[in-house]
């Protein structure tokens, strides 16, 4: 069953569409990378799945239901952000108890565990806490919930690495025992690329790629070499990304469909084939399109003055 079907989706924000004609979908109990830079679109659209917002144009269902307003969709999914408020009257512990009585598949134990385990003062209050605790907290709400569908958005605001390493070890943990579909949206992407089944990147509001993480592992490779040599092997290609180097070299991120016969031929050039990280590739896929080049560039042009 898809957990998530998305056809054609718009937002609009002053003026500004914020989603493009988003269309994709998710099947039920896989974690998914969803992956963009700051300002394409991603807390948008995951707002939108969880129904806290309303779509433009589109379609847009959750488990059969259209999200917003839904209180089917609402019972069983969970947002979780760094932006989440709790009421202050209540401690950590009596925010615990309560999510027993709201999500129906509340795993109470695992909640007090970790609560334990990340050294939570029962006594304390939520807006007490500082944004790496709060981030620790909000995360032990969303694993406890074993919500159908989970959404961390930035869940590791604050956190330092020790800690982020046990969350990504507690998430997969508690999803290997108890699957559920979970969309996870990161600027740690290198650090969390093991936990993805599959990779949602967004640019400027649109869809660049939606494909297994097995597969954007192996989707880019990278060749260097003198321009005038590696150009020739640039035809019929799907260049990705090209970057010109010092002493009339280049580094190209084409497709990888190279065929054995023309790898030797660029080995024998003396063109180096290398691979590509996978969030290195989502970083070149994501890069500005309008002519600004790259930093480098402004001290260069700095140094012209």
Same mark, same amino acid.
């Given at each position: 069953?898809?957990?998530?079907?998305? /056809?054609?989706?718009?937002?609009?924000?002053?003026?500004?569409?914020?989603?493009?004609?988003?269309?994709?979908?998710?099947?039920?109990?896989?974690?998914?990378? $969803?992956?963009?830079?700051?300002?394409?679109?991603?807390?948008?659209?995951?707002?939108?799945?969880?129904?806290?917002?309303?779509?433009?144009?589109? $379609?847009?269902?959750?488990?059969?239901?259209?999200?917003?307003?839904?209180?089917?969709?609402?019972?069983?999914?969970?947002?979780?952000?760094?932006?989440?408020?709790? %009421?202050?009257?209540?401690?950590?512990?009596?925010?615990?108890?309560? &999510?027993?009585?709201?999500?129906?598949?509340?795993?109470?134990?695992?909640?007090?565990?970790?609560? #334990?385990?990340?050294?939570?003062?029962? /006594?304390?209050?939520?807006?007490?806490?500082?944004?790496?605790?709060?981030?620790?907290?909000?995360?032990? !709400?969303?694993?406890?919930?074993?919500?159908?569908?989970?959404?961390?958005?930035?869940?590791?605001?604050?956190?330092?690495?020790? !800690? /982020?390493? #046990?969350?990504? /070890?507690?998430?997969?943990?508690?999803?290997?025992?108890? %699957?559920?579909?979970?969309?996870?949206?990161?600027?740690?992407?290198?650090?969390?690329?093991?936990?993805?089944?599959?990779?949602?990147?967004?640019?400027?509001?649109?869809?660049?790629?939606?494909?297994?993480?097995?597969?954007?592992?192996?989707?880019?490779?990278?060749?260097?070499?003198?321009?005038? !040599?590696?150009?020739?092997?640039?035809?019929?290609?799907?260049?990705?990304?090209?970057?010109?180097?010092?002493?009339?070299?280049?580094?190209?991120?084409?497709?990888?469909?190279?065929?054995?016969?023309?790898?030797?031929?660029?080995?024998?050039? &003396? $063109?180096?084939?290398?691979?590509?990280?996978?969030? #290195?590739?989502?970083?070149?896929?994501?890069?500005?399109?309008?002519?600004?080049?790259?930093? #480098?560039? $402004?001290?260069?042009?700095?140094?012209?003055?």
């Amino acid at each position: 069953m898809k957990a998530i079907k998305c /056809r054609d989706l718009n937002k609009r924000f002053y003026r500004k569409n914020a989603l493009n004609d988003l269309s994709f979908s998710i099947e039920e109990n896989k974690i998914v990378g $969803v992956i963009g830079r700051n300002g394409a679109g991603k807390t948008t659209l995951l707002k939108i799945i969880a129904g806290l917002l309303k779509e433009k144009s589109g $379609v847009i269902e959750v488990y059969g239901r259209r999200p917003f307003n839904n209180l089917f969709v609402s019972a069983n999914t969970i947002y979780i952000d760094d932006a989440m408020n709790f %009421p202050t009257a209540l401690t950590l512990k009596e925010i615990l108890e309560e &999510g027993k009585r709201f999500y129906h598949q509340w795993d109470h134990e695992l909640a007090l565990r970790l609560f #334990d385990y990340f050294g939570f003062d029962s /006594r304390r209050h939520h807006n007490e806490l500082s944004k790496g605790k709060e981030s620790t907290f909000n995360m032990i !709400v969303g694993l406890a919930s074993r919500s159908p569908l989970t959404i961390f958005d930035e869940p590791t605001t604050g956190m330092d690495a020790a !800690v /982020r390493k #046990d969350f990504y /070890r507690a998430l997969l943990k508690d999803y290997l025992a108890h %699957p559920r579909t979970i969309l996870l949206s990161t600027h740690h992407f290198e650090e969390m690329e093991d936990l993805f089944e599959e990779v949602l990147l967004i640019h400027e509001g649109m869809l660049s790629l939606h494909m297994s993480m097995d597969d954007l592992k192996e989707f880019g490779v990278g060749i260097t070499g003198k321009k005038d !040599v590696v150009d020739p092997f640039l035809n019929e290609k799907d260049v990705l990304w090209k970057k010109e180097q010092a002493f009339d070299t280049c580094y190209t991120v084409i497709k990888n469909d190279l065929t054995d016969h023309e790898y030797r031929r660029m080995q024998d050039e &003396g $063109v180096q084939v290398s691979p590509v990280k996978a969030n #290195d590739l989502c970083i070149y896929l994501t890069e500005s399109q309008h002519g600004k080049g790259s930093v #480098d560039d $402004v001290f260069d042009r700095s140094a012209d003055v």
